[in-house]
């Protein structure tokens, strides 16, 4: 089938080109025609521009590659091609090659009378959509030189936003799971809270704070409103909600899981209010309960922290891949932690972290036996020496006896040989006299004649 147009899409905007000469299917495959669209000057003549519409900016860039991507045809591109091309009907078909297939079907529902085609449906569409491609930054003239290569490095840095906005997504997601959980399982132990505070984040800190209901007073009023925006109404219902409250009870291993998803929700929900406010990262989450924590100064605990978390990914890994589990890496590890807190407070330097690991490695092959394998060697030649002499003595006669068989053997086959080579040579020495003899009859025979 014919192109009789070709739809351009580039990082610097949409790009109509009408085909003038058609080529044929058949010497498509040619060299002379593929070197024909390498060439611009003779390209040009087979392709001609109709329209070219530039993007406003990055943001209506990067939304138009967004939608191609998803293969959906904008508003945009839609306005663009009902501007340039001709109206189809059945007599007079028009067919546009374009080069994602998913964009063909986007615009081929918008556009219903347009026949479509894309490089997989036909090798002209994607020869001639690459050799636009091609010569694109020259046959756009209202472009300048480097224009497309800004775009696409504009675009480039684009990329890095949509990433950001899909680990605010994923982050959204799972602080909304979690917040969900803490619901449901602190509601078995005070279901009217959930009518009081709406907020997660407020309702997680409500949550950690109140523990067993049965244990809140008119005492805690002042530090129950400073966890609801001081909002000491609130506080007082959440006391008096406690009183009467219908829930069940709640045993210390239910009040450890809901405390450790409200751990996990605590830092995610810093984590996604940083990354949305461009402010600074939570330094620790469940973390921050540890011992050697708690040892560091306040100025220290940010480091110690990141310390910790690196020697934990460390040790899980080794646990991870070691056959037989040992504590001989914990151990250095453990003691590295020691160390780092020491240099905080003293100075002292400590171990680094490559003599750490070779020590623990050291220690771990010390309590290993490995087999010595030149043992076997050596049981061998004492064996050897132990061996009884008469067996010694009684495998070199069978040896010699061996020996002995082969020798004759050979002589024997020697002597056949020999008798072989002498009667051949007495076989031709009978032959020669016995034509000799011949010869003498013949020539006795002739000289008889001659007489007569």
Avoid at 23 to 52: C, H, M, P, W, Y
Avoid at 54 to 70: M, Q, R, V, Y
Wanted: some cysteine.
């Amino acid at each position: 089938m014919s192109v009789d147009y070709l739809l351009h899409e580039s990082s610097a905007g949409y790009a109509i080109f009408k085909v003038s000469h058609q080529v044929d299917t058949v010497g498509n495959r040619l060299a002379e025609v593929q070197n024909s669209i390498q060439d611009l000057s003779k390209f040009g003549k087979v392709v001609k521009l109709v329209s070219f519409a530039p993007f406003s900016g990055a943001a209506h860039a990067l939304e138009n590659a967004n939608e191609i991507s998803e293969g959906i045809a904008s508003e945009y591109l839609r306005s663009l091609l009902e501007i340039n091309l001709p109206k189809a009907s059945k007599k007079n078909k028009v067919v546009l090659g374009v080069s994602d297939k998913g964009l063909a079907g986007s615009i081929k529902a918008a556009f219903p009378g347009l026949e479509l085609e894309t490089g997989d449906s036909s090798e002209i569409v994607g020869d001639m959509l690459r050799g636009i491609r091609q010569h694109a930054h020259k046959m756009l003239k209202q472009l300048q030189e480097g224009d497309i290569e800004r775009a696409q490095l504009g675009l480039g840095n684009d990329n890095h936003i949509i990433q950001s906005i899909a680990v605010l997504d994923q982050l959204d997601k799972a602080v909304n799971t979690f917040s969900m959980r803490i619901r449901e399982w602190y509601g078995w132990h005070f279901p009217e809270l959930v009518k009081v505070v709406s907020d997660n984040h407020e309702y997680a800190k409500l949550a950690l704070y109140i523990s067993d209901k049965k244990r809140l007073t008119d005492d805690h009023l002042s530090e129950l409103a400073a966890l609801v925006n001081d909002d000491e109404t609130i506080a007082q219902t959440i006391i008096d909600l406690a009183k009467i409250s219908m829930g069940r009870d709640l045993s210390a291993t239910d009040m450890d899981n809901v405390t450790a998803l409200q751990q996990l929700h605590t830092p995610e929900k810093a984590l996604f209010r940083a990354l949305k406010t461009k402010g600074n990262t939570p330094k620790y989450g469940l973390i921050y309960h540890s011992s050697f924590i708690g040892r560091a100064g306040q100025r220290n605990k940010g480091r110690i922290s990141r310390f910790l978390a690196n020697k934990c990914s460390i040790a899980s890994r080794i646990d991870n891949f070691s056959e037989a589990p040992n504590t001989k890496f914990g151990d250095a590890l453990r003691k590295q932690v020691e160390e780092r807190l020491d240099f905080y407070t003293t100075g002292t330097a400590p171990t680094k972290n490559e003599v750490a690991m070779k020590g623990a490695m050291d220690a771990l092959l010390a309590d290993i036996d490995v087999a010595d394998p030149t043992a076997d060697a050596d049981q061998d030649e004492e064996m050897a020496d132990i061996a009884p002499r008469a067996v010694q003595k009684e495998e070199k006669k069978k040896r010699d006896k061996k020996d002995k068989k082969e020798r004759k053997e050979e002589k024997k086959e020697k002597k056949k040989k020999r008798k072989i080579e002498e009667s051949n040579g007495d076989a031709e020495h009978v032959d020669q006299v016995s034509e000799k003899k011949k010869k003498k009859k013949k020539s006795k025979s002739k000289d008889v004649e001659m007489e007569i």
